[in-house]
């Protein structure tokens, strides 16, 4: 079966990916991912599995057009010189000619204009380096602002989110911009797989605990789930949530899980002011 897309500005990106994070040598991962369906591939330099990327894709035998692939630049090099480098250093790392979509990692502000970073953001779009642009773990504000100060569109936000943590301010910009967000850690690094109350649904729906997140997500208008696994099985389980629905009781329970202390990935001196 294939994955659906979400349309962010006449970008079509599959609602389901496979993220590489923490990963490592991923290449033989990255492969049976997309031999088995998967056709966004999220993965970024400061993640060092640039490289397994690129092996998988070449691997696997999928045609590169039919296939999504995600990278970032990090925060020590958003001057645009830096950042223009490290560009072409990734397309080194995955052995391709173009990145489907380039985010700016996190934002720093506070040491280069966020004006500089946009305009070399752009600029990589305008070199064909990469097809489309976008930025991760911005609050709105900064979001705002990026879409005021990149000559290209932003057609995409990754941030963290999953049912420990309320994004409903932050979502609700993102529609409102007409934007594809990214989810990572969707399962909330495994710390979901133990909760009763997604045991209970995932019990009740004949579904594992990660099915029933990643369903949650999906039933989210302009969320993009990118769960990882080193799990061949779990790829497998995890591409396997086209097939039911929650009930809108159900969502509610979800929803309900949010807590004070959900947030994951909150980096000193990088996270931004959250919403």
């Not at 223009?84 to 380039?102: C, F, G, P, T, W």
């Not at 969320?223 to 389980?237: D, F």
């Amino acid at each position: 079966m294939a994955i659906p897309v979400f349309n962010s500005h006449g970008v079509e990106i599959p609602v389901l990916g496979f993220g590489t994070s923490q990963m490592g040598d991923c290449g033989a991962l990255v492969a049976n991912a997309i031999k088995i369906g998967y056709r966004h591939i999220d993965t970024a330099w400061k993640y060092h599995t640039e490289k397994g990327v690129g092996e998988g894709i070449r691997a696997a035998g999928v045609p590169r057009n039919e296939i999504f692939v995600t990278t970032k630049v990090s925060h020590e090099y958003l001057r645009a010189a830096d950042f223009a480098r490290m560009v072409d250093e990734s397309l080194k790392n995955l052995q391709l000619d173009y990145i489907d979509l380039l985010l700016v990692h996190w934002p720093s502000p506070e040491k280069v204009p966020l004006a500089e970073t946009m305009m070399a953001l752009a600029q990589a779009k305008r070199d064909g380096k990469t097809r489309h642009v976008g930025v991760a773990n911005f609050n709105i504000a900064m979001l705002e602002d990026a879409i005021r100060l990149c000559p290209e569109p932003i057609v995409n936000l990754q941030v963290e989110y999953h049912p420990y943590l309320d994004q409903t301010r932050l979502l609700a910009a993102v529609r409102r911009l007409g934007l594809a967000m990214t989810a990572y850690c969707p399962l909330g690094r495994g710390r979901l797989i133990t909760d009763p109350v997604v045991a209970k649904i995932a019990l009740a729906k004949g579904k594992t605990v990660a099915q029933v997140v990643l369903r949650w997500h999906l039933q989210q208008p302009n969320v993009i789930p990118i769960p990882r696994s080193s799990n061949p099985g779990r790829q497998a389980e995890n591409l396997n949530v086209f097939d039911f629905a929650l009930s809108d009781d159900e969502m509610k329970q979800l929803h309900a899980l949010a807590r004070a202390d959900g947030r994951i990935a909150d980096p000193s001196g990088r996270a931004p002011a959250w919403d």
